[in-house]
């Protein structure tokens, strides 16, 4: 009836484990997490190695890694993020397991361990 032809829809593309490549050791459970956050407050994250099958393979600790080991890489790829100007980033403790919007706090004390605050993004 309609002179129009349906359009097809894009072919679904997956990227093997392998070639994906971290920023952060740590996310929170949900996307937008940070939108209702005033700059004092903190909010648990999770650990990716623990939810990622060869996460050694892809430059994460591995999960029975020691806390220094673990702040050792978050760090590595902290000063990579802070390389680039990423909006709405803010802090988080890889250790801890606790994230804060406010930029501001990066390389300050963690408020439960104080080690440094590393850079983390929220997307």
Known sequence: MWPFKKKAKPATRTV?????????????????????????????????????????????????????EVYAAATQLSQFRESIAIPNDGVYCPVCHIANIDLAKLRQPCPKCSRPLLKFGWD
């Open 16 to 68: 093997p484990t392998s070639q994906i490549s971290y920023s952060q050791l740590d996310i929170t459970e949900r996307f937008d997490d940070h939108m209702d956050l005033q700059p004092d407050d903190w909010i648990a994250t999770e650990p990716l190695n623990k939810m990622t099958p060869n996460a050694p393979a892809q430059g994460l600790p591995s999960v029975d890694a020691s806390e220094d």
